[in-house]
T-cell receptor, first 110, second 114 residues
Framework: SQQGEEDPQALSIQEGENATMNCSYK?????LQWYRQNSGRGLVHLIL?????REKHSGRLRVTLDTSKKSSSLLITASRAADTASYFC??????????FGDGTTLTVKP | KAGVTQTPRYLIKTRGQQVTLSCSPI?????VSWYQQTPGQGLQFLFE???????NKGNFPGRFSGRQFSNSRSEMNVSTLELGDSALYLC?????????????FGSGTQLSVL
């Protein structure tokens, strides 16, 4: 099974609203990353948060990490139709290997 | 700088055939990883190559193999194709492949096995 599990599986919101998606993982990590995937395409790296960080911002993205609960959340503020995509959390597991969650499919309606 | 290039973009094969997929990493990147993505299993790690050596391997049968050339380009091969091998195969590159390093993905090869 996947190391990370995303919640919710699917999310549909209106343009301008905020979108929050959560990720849980099972074993200890040094860092956690979030990626975005547009339909049928490759993944694009969004942000990395280290285990000693609790919150990180990048543009309209805010990521939090709670290592005691083994969970992370990704908040996209003021969403746009172009944010429609699947979002995955990823935990590194050795050379060139990351374990990806099942993903949250976000639909932003114009 | 050009991104990660995967060829072909689409491929249709029949059961029992074999297939070779190609990946050209970002210039200067020496680590190449391969992932299989299916609706049922999600993203699963296949293997990782660095300086022509496989350093890491996922839980896939021996029908799945790969190699890396001296210019860091990589190929993966699937022999004796099964219907369940239908998937999007993604290649990712990074500078050194160190744990936690950002991965740069190609657009993938969509393989359909009939």
């Amino acid at each position: 099974s996947q190391q990370g599990e995303e919640d919710p599986q699917a999310l549909s919101i209106q343009e301008g609203e905020n979108a929050t998606m959560n990720c849980s993982y099972k074993t200890s990590i040094n860092n956690l990353q979030w990626y975005r995937q547009n339909s049928g395409r490759g993944l694009v790296h969004l942000i990395l948060i280290r285990s000693n960080e609790r919150e990180k911002h990048s543009g309209r993205l805010r990521v939090t990490l709670d290592t005691s609960k083994k969970s992370s959340s990704l908040l996209i503020t003021a969403s746009r139709a172009a944010d429609t995509a699947s979002y995955f959390c990823a935990t590194p597991r050795g050379a060139g290997k990351s374990t990806f969650g099942d993903g949250t499919t976000l639909t932003v309606k114009p | 700088k050009a991104g990660v290039t995967q060829t072909p973009r689409y491929l249709i094969k029949t059961r029992g055939q074999q297939v070779t997929l190609s990946c050209s990493p970002i210039s200067g990147h020496r680590s190449v990883s391969w992932y299989q993505q299916t609706p049922g299993q999600g993203l699963q790690f296949l293997f990782e190559y660095f300086s022509e050596t496989q350093r890491n391997k996922g839980n896939f049968p021996g029908r799945f193999s790969g190699r890396q050339f001296s210019n860091s380009r990589s190929e993966m091969n699937v022999s004796t194709l099964e219907l369940g091998d239908s998937a999007l195969y993604l290649c990712a590159s990074s500078l050194e492949g160190q744990e936690g390093e950002k991965l740069f993905f190609g657009s993938g090869t969509q393989l359909s096995v009939l």
